[in-house]
């Protein structure tokens, strides 16, 4: 290893860098601490490493012409930003890259799981805890930063070199998650109403608490509830999770025991909300200006969709809770934009099938819908339930659940349907049919989702895939074509809808903004398929109400 500054690269030489960060806060993603060291590696046997800001400076300066390389891009490139201006640029990130390849096959991909995949050798981390109490290096945490870094350039051959073996142009990182990184990094916070925040929580509290008195046990209590709910039914139930008291409440024949089974699930969904997402979040997670700065993942899920952490804003309760919603504000003297896409997973679903009847109906820009009423002569909202629960290839056991009828009548709905729009049901038999082959799905970018075919919910997985990975995609191409656009102000990426706090006297032209970024994904991940928007503005997040959910089982 070299102490000081690298050489100058050859053009466009992949270079690895890896950062470390002396006396840094536990949440990860709000870069604070003290600049530690940088180490740069071009391979295993040339190291370089530096230790103070100027040398940063000049660095990044010499490396200009080289390809970056990165494990976590959005972390290193959001901790260099603090001392050095990066303009935009492409990056090659083990971690992302690792989750196209692999995402479904593989669960975890810190930089020591790949090291162990593709070297067959365990970074040791002990080390790493030692930059958090300190402010000088040791030969310790020099050999460990550049480790590191040595990692993270021989993992980068053995990818490039597996994506030239398949004939991968990985286009799903390169067009998709690679832009969505840099504008992550420039979201703006959300404002939250904190009085309004812990007002609800004690009001979640006290439904709680009521709802527990009116039952006269405690049905937080395992032992409890078995014994309440076996006076009703006649036997005790095998358990008491959420799975098992839905199955009860959704069961007409079994009466009584339906409503208490219901009854128990408010309980504990109150009781959550107000332990959950209490005083203790708003301590947490809320800094000056009642602003919350959430840790934004590109790829989330197997799908591709974006997460986030720390606070974890996909996981607030409010499609259960919408009054959630109404206590997330713009910032200070701006106004909301909500918007996400019309049927957008109906549309996906047009793009695979090319159903003829579906894609009519989308041409003619009339209700999705319609012609699942009309097949099933059935209302729009069981028709909505319908038409998605077999885009996620839902059971008829479990359409019998979400509409509250018998076995047989859910799967004569689905037969209706199907034959109604021909072209979705043999999509799903050749989606299926191909991911038992491949032993994976992908979605219209081209990302893999790899399936268990020894799980029984591959075939779900075969349909259900390529639809919302389909989702994810435009979700992300329409964030990161706003970031290329004057005055990005997303704050928010939550499963399919995108929020901007913007300032009032722009809303409009903003509204138009993000309704052509919507338009824009959509030829790009779904050609020939028309997309419209919804956009709506406003001054909390409850304008545009949330979507009810259709899958208990995912997000």
Known sequence: ????????????????????????GKR??????????????????????????????????ILDEAKWVFHNSLFDLAHLRRWVRIDRRPVWDTLLIETDIFGGYYDEFGLDDLARRWLRRKLPKDTREAFGGTESMTPEMEDYAAQDAIATIQIFSEQANYLRQYHDDLRCYWEVDEPAVWAAMDMKPIRVDVDGWLLLAEENKATAERIKEELGFNPGSPVQTKKALKELLGRSPSDTRAETLKTIRDEVMYGPASELARRIIDYRTYKKASSSYGEKWIEENVEEGDLVYSGWRITGAETGRMSSRSPNLQNIPARKMPKFRSLFLPLPGETLIVADVVAQEPRIAAWWSKDEVL????????????????????????????????????????????LHISKDDAKRLMQKVLGKLKGVAVWKHKAKAQAFQREYAVTPTGRKVWLNLYNYQWERNAVNAPIQGGAADMTKLAFSWLHKQPNFSVTMVVHDEICASVPIDISGAYAT??????????????PGVPIRADVKIGDNWGIKQAKPEIDDEGE
């Open 513 to 526: 903004l993000i309704r052509d970024a919507w338009v824009e994904a959509g030829k790009r991940v779904i």
């Open 359 to 402: 894609m009519g109906v989308l041409e003619r820009d009339e209700d999705v819908y319609a012609p699942v009423m009309e097949a099933a002569g059935i209302p729009r909202d069981p028709a909505k339930v319908v038409f998605l629960g077999l885009l996620y290839d839902l059971s008829e056991h479990g359409l019998a659940d979400r």
């Open 1 to 24: 290893m070299i102490k000081g500054l690298p050489r100058p690269p050859k053009p466009h030489e992949p270079v690895a860098l890896d950062i470390e960060i002396y006396k840094m």
């Open 28 to 61: 990860l993603h709000r870069p604070t601490g003290m600049f530690a060291c940088l180490s740069i590696a071009y391979s295993p046997d040339e190291v370089y490493q530096v230790y103070d800001v100027p040398d940063l400076i000049k660095t990044m300066e």
